[in-house]
C-alpha cells in the first residue's frame, strides 16, 4: 500500500467523483498488463487500495471491472457513426489499438464470459447485452453508408452484417491472447472486408434493401 494512503483514505472518501476516478486510472493501469483474474481485495492491494475504501466506491468486483472498462473504451475507442469508416474498418482500428494492450482485451473476455452466468452476474450481463446492441447498431449504419456508395451489394443485412464483423472481432481477439503468434487480428479483418460483395459484384448489385428477390 502507498503511504500514508490508509491513513487518508477516510478523508478521501469525501473527494468523491474524483478519488473514484483514481481507482479507475490506477485498476486501467494494473488491467492493461495483468488482466483481471484477482479478487477484489487483491486488485485493492495492487493499487495501493485499502480493501474497505475500494468496497466503498464498488460494493463488487463486477462493479469494477466494469466501471474500468467503460472508462478505457471511452478513452480509447471513441468514433462517431458520421466519421467515414466502415464497419470492418473500424473493428480494425479497436484490434489495433488493443494489440498494446493485451489485458484489458482479456478484461473484454472476462465481462462476456461472466455475462452468460446471469444468475451470478446480472449486471454484467446487462452491460455486455446493451454494449452489444450499441456496437450493432454503429456498425449497421457502417454497413448502411457502404450501400449507399456503392461498395457494400444491397441485398446484404446490414443487421447480420454486423453481428458478422462483431463475431468476427471478437473470436479472433480471443484467439490471439492465446496464441498471439499465430494470429494476425488487423490483417484477418482486413480480409473479411475483401469477402464482402460490391454493389457490382454479380447478381447482387441491383437489389434494393429489403428486397425480397
Same mark, same amino acid.
Given at each position: 500500500?502507498?503511504? +500514508?494512503?490508509?491513513?487518508?483514505?477516510?478523508?478521501?472518501?469525501?473527494?468523491?467523483?474524483?478519488?473514484?476516478?483514481?481507482?479507475?486510472?490506477?485498476?486501467?493501469?494494473?488491467?492493461?498488463?495483468?488482466?483481471?483474474?484477482?479478487?477484489?481485495?487483491?486488485?485493492?492491494?495492487?493499487? +495501493?487500495?485499502?480493501?474497505?475504501?475500494?468496497?466503498?466506491?464498488?460494493?463488487?468486483?463486477?462493479?469494477?471491472?466494469?466501471?474500468?472498462?467503460?472508462?478505457?473504451?471511452?478513452?480509447?475507442?471513441?468514433?462517431?457513426?458520421?466519421?467515414?469508416?466502415?464497419?470492418?474498418?473500424?473493428?480494425?482500428?479497436?484490434?489495433?489499438?488493443?494489440?498494446?494492450?493485451?489485458?484489458?482485451?482479456?478484461?473484454?473476455?472476462?465481462?462476456?464470459?461472466?455475462?452468460?452466468?446471469?444468475?451470478?452476474?446480472?449486471?454484467?450481463?446487462?452491460?455486455?447485452?446493451?454494449?452489444?446492441?450499441?456496437?450493432?447498431?454503429?456498425?449497421?449504419?457502417?454497413?448502411?453508408?457502404?450501400?449507399? %456508395?456503392?461498395?457494400?451489394?444491397?441485398?446484404?443485412?446490414?443487421?447480420?452484417?454486423?453481428?458478422?464483423?462483431?463475431?468476427?472481432?471478437?473470436?479472433?481477439?480471443?484467439?490471439?491472447?492465446?496464441?498471439?503468434?499465430?494470429?494476425?487480428?488487423?490483417?484477418?479483418?482486413?480480409?473479411?472486408?475483401?469477402?464482402?460483395?460490391?454493389?457490382?459484384?454479380?447478381?447482387?448489385?441491383?437489389?434494393?434493401? +429489403?428486397? %425480397?428477390?
Amino acid at each position: 500500500m502507498e503511504n +500514508g494512503d490508509a491513513a487518508g483514505e477516510k478523508r478521501s472518501y469525501r473527494k468523491g467523483p474524483e478519488r473514484r476516478t483514481q481507482i479507475v486510472s490506477r485498476a486501467i493501469q494494473l488491467f492493461a498488463t495483468q488482466g483481471a483474474g484477482a479478487s477484489l481485495r487483491a486488485i485493492g492491494e495492487a493499487i +495501493g487500495v485499502s480493501h474497505a475504501a475500494l468496497r466503498y466506491y464498488f460494493a463488487t468486483r463486477d462493479e469494477l471491472l466494469l466501471e474500468v472498462y467503460r472508462a478505457h473504451e471511452a478513452r480509447t475507442y471513441e468514433c462517431p457513426a458520421s466519421e467515414e469508416v466502415s464497419a470492418v474498418a473500424m473493428m480494425e482500428r479497436s484490434a489495433e489499438q488493443n494489440r498494446a494492450i493485451p489485458g484489458l482485451v482479456e478484461l473484454y473476455a472476462t465481462l462476456t464470459t461472466d455475462a452468460l452466468q446471469a444468475q451470478r452476474h446480472p449486471v454484467t450481463r446487462e452491460f455486455v447485452r446493451a454494449r452489444f446492441q450499441v456496437v450493432r447498431a454503429d456498425l449497421a449504419e457502417r454497413v448502411r453508408a457502404g450501400q449507399r %456508395s456503392g461498395a457494400i451489394a444491397a441485398d446484404i443485412d446490414p443487421e447480420e452484417a454486423a453481428s458478422l464483423v462483431i463475431a468476427a472481432s471478437d473470436g479472433l481477439q480471443l484467439q490471439w491472447l492465446l496464441d498471439p503468434e499465430a494470429v494476425d487480428v488487423h490483417r484477418t479483418l482486413a480480409l473479411l472486408e475483401r469477402l464482402l460483395p460490391g454493389a457490382n459484384d454479380g447478381p447482387a448489385g441491383g437489389v434494393e434493401p +429489403g428486397s %425480397s428477390n
